[in-house]
Antibody, heavy 121, light 107 residues
Framework: QVQLVQSGAEVKKPGASVKVSCKTYGYTFTTHYIQWVRQAPGQGLEWMGIINPNDGTKSYAQQLQGRIIITGDKSTSTVYMELSSLRSEDTAVYYC??????????????WGQGTLVTVSS | AIQLTQSPSSLSASVGDRVTITCRASQGISTALAWYQQKPGKAPKLLIYDASSLESGVPSRFSGSGSGTDFTLTISGLQTEDSASYYCQHFKNYPHAFGQGTRLEIK
């Protein structure tokens, strides 16, 4: 069955970087895009970016451009999201989610469990 | 970038009620819209995709409608377990923005 399993919680200092992993199971890795979404405490959902694991093409939210890198590893069916120059406003739960349609951008049908990233001095 | 505006931001209703949440896009998105339910401490759950298609396993009391710029999520026959936050998201182009959310409380 389809599963997305994310890496564990992280605590980082301002200015540092964090890399969150999302290992996928139960489907062909290269046929579904993966999105990243975050949620600050008590706030709504914020779209961060997306990757096509088949060819590595990606798109990022404009407000994160220059600080975010999303990569995919076909050998391990894992997607990574790295965010640099962290600030307190980046404290949030980070989710990866699979696009439901095959090889096109679409809705998120399966979600990871979330990874809490805390940025604090 | 396409923006989504949800209303209301919160509402309170009783078991058995029919509730409607709206989502308005700043420009036409055809039917490239999904609705999610999120309970505290949990990941969002897909309810409706392509504006009106019910995700497998989701109770039939949930329904979606609309196209272009105006969309609705309707819950007919509210249950206690429907207490949650609800979000719309478009996937017409990048960025795949979310609405700001609607918090539903059961009286």
């Amino acid at each position: 069955q389809v599963q997305l399993v994310q890496s564990g919680a992280e605590v980082k200092k301002p200015g540092a970087s964090v890399k969150v992993s999302c290992k996928t199971y139960g489907y062909t890795f290269t046929t579904h895009y993966i999105q990243w979404v975050r949620q600050a405490p008590g706030q709504g959902l914020e779209w961060m970016g997306i990757i096509n694991p088949n060819d590595g093409t990606k798109s990022y939210a404009q407000q994160l451009q220059g600080r975010i890198i999303i990569t995919g590893d076909k050998s391990t069916s894992t997607v990574y999201m790295e965010l640099s120059s962290l600030r307190s406003e980046d404290t949030a739960v980070y989710y990866c989610a699979r696009d439901g349609a095959v090889l096109r951008e679409s809705y998120c049908d399966y979600w990871g469990q979330g990874t809490l990233v805390t940025v604090s001095s | 970038a396409i923006q989504l505006t949800q209303s209301p931001s919160s509402l309170s209703a009783s078991v058995g009620d029919r509730v409607t949440i709206t989502c308005r896009a700043s420009q036409g998105i055809s039917t490239a819209l999904a609705w999610y339910q999120q309970k505290p401490g949990k990941a969002p759950k897909l309810l409706i995709y392509d504006a009106s298609s019910l995700e497998s396993g989701v109770p039939s009391r949930f329904s979606g409608s609309g196209s272009g710029t105006d969309f609705t999520l309707t819950i007919s026959g509210l249950q206690t377990e429907d207490s949650a936050s609800y979000y719309c998201q478009h996937f017409k182009n990048y960025p795949h923005a979310f609405g700001q959310g609607t918090r539903l409380e059961i009286k």
